[in-house]
């Protein structure tokens, strides 16, 4: 039977191919498209409309946000500066108790002096819009006033040795 069919088809193609769908039918099949994409664009319309107005928010609120502070540093920077900062103020807790007021402050006069520069470099890096040469200078500062202070309590720590030794020595 499937051969029957097929040589049906094979010699009266010419007749299938003239044939054409009425008028009716063709306006039927085009309102049920015209219906089905008349929602879709609209929806990908407004989607795309939602999307414009929401990045445009959230690029205008990201500039005035950077604009009243600045711009952010960077979390490696923000670590090292933090490491930084905690290892200076235990030194200098380790100073104040070494000596009296009057010594804290002609001891602490430079790192005083260090600690302005680096809130003026900090100053300068929110104008700068992040420049990396003023980011290397607050860390050099950073690194500075440490060494100051490291250095100074080891001369603490030889006063205090040569002062144990006296008292020995007159013991003897």
Request: net charge negative; charged share 25%.
């Amino acid at each position: 039977m499937g051969d029957q069919l097929e040589r049906f088809i094979v010699e009266n193609r010419e007749a299938f191919n003239d044939a054409s769908p009425s008028d009716k039918a063709w306006e039927g099949i085009d309102q049920k498209l015209s219906k089905k994409h008349t929602i879709w664009p609209t929806i990908w319309k407004v989607a795309a409309m939602l999307f414009m107005v929401s990045t445009i928010y959230l690029m205008i609120d990201r500039s005035q946000s950077e604009s009243e502070e600045g711009p952010m540093l960077s979390d490696e920077f923000t670590q090292a500066e933090d490491y930084y900062v905690s290892l200076i103020a235990q030194r200098k807790r380790a100073i104040q108790e070494q000596l009296t007021p009057e010594q804290q402050e002609q001891f602490l006069v430079d790192i005083d002096q260090l600690d302005s520069m680096y809130l003026e470099l900090k100053k300068t890096y929110q104008t700068n819009a992040s420049n990396d040469r003023v980011m290397d200078a607050m860390i050099s500062n950073l690194q500075l006033r440490l060494d100051i202070l490291n250095k100074q309590l080891d001369i603490l720590q030889n006063i205090k040795n040569q002062n144990n030794e006296n008292d020995i020595s007159i013991e003897i």
